[in-house]
Every structure is written in structure tokens, then in C-alpha cells.
């Protein structure tokens, strides 16, 4: 099972490690790194360790939320039939 992360790590990322990130989305903002991407469960330990060895200091880290999840796993109620007068 994969989750979507964001991960946001201080200063920027060298070009090397963000060669090492494909197939994720990278944002670099004012003394940040922005990480985005799907990961398995070892695929996002793996991560985790990689920027633990090239001395990143780790910020943030949030699981986000797909669509169904942020409606609450409900679709939206159906409004009610309008009434004759």
C-alpha cells in the first residue's frame, strides 16, 4: 500500500539528491526543500534514512490526504426535492 507524504527539509537540495527523488515533485521555497510523492512503507523509511545521512535537518512531515479522505469518506448529501406551493 502506498500513502502520499510531503516532506519538508532545511536549506536546498542538491541536484544529485534530487536526481536521487525522481518520479517525486520537488519545490524548493526560501530555506527549504519541499518533497512530495507516493511511497510504500519502505520506500518512505528508505527516504527517511537518505536525508538522515547527507545531514538534512527533517522540518515537516505530513501525510496527505487524498479527496475521498478530506469529504470524509461521504459523498456529498443530496439536496432535498423542492416542495410543490
Known sequence: MTERYEIRVSDRL???????LAGMQSEVVPRQTIIEGWFSTEEFRALLLRVERV???LIR???VADECERRGH????????????
Open 14 to 20: 542538491g541536484p544529485v539528491l534530487l536526481g536521487a
Open 55 to 57: 545531514g538534512v535537518q
Open 61 to 63: 512531515l505530513d501525510r
Open 74 to 85: 461521504r459523498e456529498p448529501s443530496p439536496r432535498p426535492a423542492p416542495t410543490a406551493e
